[in-house]
């Protein structure tokens, strides 16, 4: 069984975002940077698809500046057989553009699996993971909260308006992964130290054409100050009119 | 609630880690955030350690991390303490727990033990499956504890042990004992007893009010006979207690940082929060003098630690070096603490804050592993080459 495990390296979500001189990137000063939240829970599956099966590989592949490798050597401290790096200077690309580069690496490579997080949290993007998949000619379920597998075929539950809809696909086939999907373990010490002596192959990302152009990065507007209608009772019908007509909120 | 912790470092002391040693730093923090965390307060309410996380810590590899072999990590000096750095930014009662069974335990036994000992116990040890105690202290004998008058006198091919020891973490829920006690010859040596041993008890020391959360109890021996081979065979003299406790005590430095770091943290977010007279109380030149004395000893005291640390990587390190860095970074942790209770005003004495638990916790880190008191006798001797305890 050949996992692969597309994985990026985005700001953590406590981080205070600041908007760059340029208008453009965000401001890394003083944010600290992790493993994308939901490709974690694509490690975390891929790696107990692999203990539970007693045999395969799990691949961390990355797209980004130098930094990212740090970011795969966290997929491999939790316990994953191997990298890539695609690298390149500055991230930033668009989605089709890194869709593009990933999946010409992965084209012709063994792979039974490729898994994705649901979404960047970076940038909200949720493009990449269908992208490759297309473009490698994989079935795609995406937003999956439960991934079962029963020789060549793969059963993955997603949760849609009410219900849950469950999917069967033949494997070679990709997935990406939601909330819920697993419990991502920590890394362990032994873990962290074996990861930098894992294979890490770097290799400049093949370039992709960009289709795409970001224009401009805003701050949200500032929060207008607090306003208290009035008190008790009384004041409910004004809420109530504000809210509807001001905020817009029901 | 409040912002999740990320840590303090105004003098970019990251830079001088290595990507592992950050890595294992974030990891335990991480951990300590989401499976520590939200149990804390009401275990340190009931009086009880959270004994369902000892697997997880095993599991991480943070039961005996600094030991090479036998199923240990096998850390450097600095990641050892970021460890118990966090650990202690957690509950200083949860980095007690990692502490004595890792540099109380564990240590003496790798470093004095035979090895039939080392691989009958370290392993267990690593894996969380045998819990570890060690039993110095005495109900008269604290700061002196070369004065012990516990004995382990040898009979028929056993050793034989009379005595009490008081103040032990982990008292009643250790598998194994690392007793120091007197022989024939009057020589302070080392035993393993085993739980159950006829003759061995315990009894938990209940309501403190500090490190509530850590277990803390008395071990009991009336003719309790062990076999020969549970000494520790070379090493005899105060040096087998106080070797083990220089281990315990570098990492009191690190922890002592975790607590101050924890009390910083809720500090900021509450000053910048708390609005009194229309402005956050932030903006006041008194609360902010409080958070500069915190940040600035909270800086200071994570340089000493990092020294230290390359010192016992190179082997240099020295007793009295150790006390310098307990009893300076317990004492500014314990007055970050304290300031930090007061800038929190009345919320400062509940537990929705983590500032007077840190408080209360920190009395007791100031007393154990060598008072405040004791290592400004060591440091004067240091200074001096005479020994005002004696
Ligand atoms: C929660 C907790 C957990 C503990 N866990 C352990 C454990 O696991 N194993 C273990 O062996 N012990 C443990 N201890 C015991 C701890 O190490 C002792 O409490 C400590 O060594 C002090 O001894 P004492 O309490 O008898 O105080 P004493 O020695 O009676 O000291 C009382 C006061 O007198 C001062 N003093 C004493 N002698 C001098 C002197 N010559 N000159 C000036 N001042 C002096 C001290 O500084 C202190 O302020 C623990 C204690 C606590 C509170
Ligand atoms: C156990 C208990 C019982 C109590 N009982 C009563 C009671 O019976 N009746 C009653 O009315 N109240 C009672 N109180 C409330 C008590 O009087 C308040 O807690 C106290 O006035 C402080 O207010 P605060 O807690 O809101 O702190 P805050 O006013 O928010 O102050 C927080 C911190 O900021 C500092 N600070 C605030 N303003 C400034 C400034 N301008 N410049 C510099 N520093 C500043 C404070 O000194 C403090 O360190 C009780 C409190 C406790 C803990």
């Given amino acids: 069984m050949n996992i692969v495990v597309c994985v990026k390296r985005v700001p953590d979500s406590s981080a205070r975002i600041k908007v760059g001189a340029d208008n453009r990137t965000i401001d890394p000063a003083g944010v600290e940077y992790v493993l994308n939240p939901y490709d974690e829970f694509a490690v975390e599956e891929a790696l107990k698809i692999k203990e539970k099966a007693g045999a395969g590989e799990v691949t961390i592949l990355a797209l980004g500046g130098p930094e990212s490798a740090e970011t795969i050597r966290k997929g491999l401290a939790m316990g994953a057989d191997k990298g890539i790096h695609l690298k390149e200077g500055t991230t930033g690309r668009d989605f089709i553009a890194t869709a593009q580069a990933i999946a010409a690496e992965l084209k012709g490579r063994p792979l039974d699996l490729l898994l994705f997080g649901n979404k960047a949290i970076d940038d909200d993007g949720t493009q990449v993971a269908a992208m490759v998949a297309t473009l490698l000619g994989l079935p795609f379920v995406g937003v999956i909260t439960k991934l079962e597998l029963n020789g060549r075929t793969a059963t993955a539950h997603r949760p849609v308006e009410g219900g849950v809809e469950v999917v069967e696909v033949a494997l070679p086939a990709s997935f990406s992964a939601q909330k819920g999907l697993n419990e991502p373990r920590f890394a362990s010490l032994k873990g962290i130290m074996a990861a930098k002596k894992k294979p890490l192959e770097e290799k400049p990302a093949a370039a992709g054409e960009p289709r795409m152009e970001l224009v401009k990065l805003d701050n949200p507007p500032a929060r207008p100050a607090p306003r208290i209608v009035g008190t008790g009772k009384d004041a409910v019908p004004a809420l109530m009119k504000l809210l509807r007509e001001e905020a817009k909120v029901i | ?390």
């Fill in chain 2, 1 to 390: 609630m409040t912002a999740p912790f990320t840590g303090i470092d105004f003098y970019q002391l990251d830079e001088l880690l290595t990507e592992e040693e950050r890595a294992v730093r974030d990891t335990v923090r991480d951990w300590v955030s989401r499976r520590f965390m939200p149990v804390i307060e009401q275990h340190n309410r009931a009086g009880t350690f959270p004994d369902h996380l000892i697997p997880e810590m095993a599991e991480m590899g943070l039961l005996g991390a600094p030991i090479q072999g036998y199923d240990c990590a096998g850390m450097n000096a600095t990641a050892y303490g970021l460890i118990l750095q966090e650990l202690e930014r957690g509950d200083s009662g949860l980095r007690s727990f990692a502490s004595v069974q890792t540099s109380l335990c564990m240590w003496p036994i790798w470093t004095y033990g035979t090895e039939d000992q080392k691989q009958k116990w370290l392993p267990p040890m690593a894996r969380g499956k045998k819990l570890g105690c060690f039993g110095l202290t005495e109900p008269d004998h604290g700061s002196n504890p070369g004065g012990m008058i516990t004995r382990a006198k040898r009979k028929g091919g056993k050793w034989v042990l009379n005595g009490a020891k008081m103040w032990i973490t982990n008292a009643t829920v250790a598998d194994i004992a690392v007793v120091w006690a007197k022989d024939d010859e009057d020589q302070i040596r080392g035993y393993l007893v085993e739980k159950g041993t006829p003759g061995f008890t315990s009894r938990e020391t209940k309501n403190k009010w500090s490190l509530r959360a850590s277990i803390t109890g008395e071990l009991i021996f009336s003719d309790c006979a062990i076999p020969e081979d549970c000494v520790f065979p070379d090493v005899k003299g105060l040096k087998g207690p106080l070797s083990c406790l220089t281990q315990a005590r570098y990492g009191i430095a690190w922890g002592a940082i975790g607590a101050a770091m924890a009390c910083y943290d809720s500090s900021v977010n509450y000053a910048k929060t708390r609005i009194q007279f229309d402005r956050p109380i932030g903006a006041f030149q008194l609360n902010q003098e409080k958070l500069a004395y915190m940040l600035t000893e909270i800086t200071k005291g994570q340089c000493l630690c990092l020294r230290l640390a390359q010192l016992k990587d190179q082997k240099k390190l020295k007793p009295e070096q150790v006390s310098l860095a307990k009893r300076n970074n317990v004492e500014i942790a314990l007055n970050i603490a304290r300031l930090a209770r007061d800038l929190h005003g009345a919320n400062g004495i509940i537990d929705e804050y983590p500032v007077i638990r840190h408080m209360m916790n920190l009395e007791s880190v100031k007393t154990y592993e060598g008072t405040h008191d004791i290592h400004t006798l060591v440091l004067g001797q240091a200074a001096t080459g005479l020994a005002a305890y004696t």
